[in-house]
């Protein structure tokens, strides 16, 4: 922070490796899982760093992007569903979730494609937006596709807490993927989809790993026994 807090400089370094999207789905189980423990530890890292004193309120950031995901599903009657109706419903009785959060800088789009694994196994990040904001946003931000690699963000989620993570968390954090399936349902482009379907098909994805959002911890998520060399599923 430079010139009385009006300007910020950020200083990058060349990350030498693959990304682990290209990687991921030739990678063992074990391997996967112990990749996604040391995403976790960095991205924890990376969470450390608070936000400025006069960064805007959390609480009110987030609030601006759920009314206007809420008001454009309302107004836009072609993308009125059952699944749609749910979330909806889920977001509005369970605000309060969310709305005493403390912020920190966040990397923005932590996801495989920007996770590099160097030629010494160790793993770096790149594409910063530069933000602050709640750190487990950052956490839920991981990708659209948790259940295709259920062993890597697993480890994600574990390596970040270096144990197993808290109700809280899992409150949160399902919260938000439920504002992720409102985002997929309404804006399939912005989202990555090629279609209004596939956007669905996320929605329908979330209902099932959350039983219907009653189970805050997914279906998908295990976790590594090194005593037994075997998956814990919860």
């Known amino acids: 922070m430079c010139g009385d807090d009006k300007t910020i400089y950020q200083l990058l370094t060349w990350v030498d ?5 290209s990687v991921l789905p030739e990678m063992p189980e ?25 960064f805007e309120n959390w609480d009110s950031a987030f609030n601006r992007m759920l009314q206007g995901e809420l008001e ?26 969310v709305s005493v959060r403390s912020p920190s800088l966040l990397h ?10 160097m030629p010494n196994g160790e793993v770096g990040t ?28 697993s480890g994600q989620i574990r390596g970040y807490f270096n144990n197993e993570p808290t109700i809280e968390f899992w409150n949160v954090y399902s ?35 959350s039983n219907n959002l009653k189970n805050p911890v997914p279906k998908w998520y295990c976790n590594y026994n090194e005593e037994r060399h075997c998956y814990d599923s919860i």
């Open 17 to 21: 490796g693959e990304d682990a999207e």
């Open 30 to 54: 074990m391997e996967q899982y112990h990749l996604g423990l040391k995403s976790g530890r960095l991205l924890n890292k990376i969470h450390s760093i608070p936000a400025p004193e006069n």
């Open 72 to 97: 454009n599903y309302r107004s836009t009657t072609e993308l009125h569903c059952d699944e749609g109706d749910r979330i909806v419903t889920f977001l509005k009785e369970n605000r309060d979730i």
């Open 108 to 117: 923005g789009d932590y996801n495989p494609a920007n996770i590099i694994i």
């Open 126 to 153: 790149i594409d910063f937006s530069l933000s602050y904001g709640d750190p487990y946003w950052d956490i839920f931000t991981s990708g659209w596709k948790p259940n295709l690699f259920p062993y890597f963000y």
């Open 175 to 209: 919260y938000y993927f439920a504002f992720g399936a409102l985002i997929a349902l309404q804006g399939p482009a912005w989202a990555g989809f090629d279609n209004l379907e596939e956007g669905k098909n996320v929605v329908r994805n979330i209902l099932t790993w």
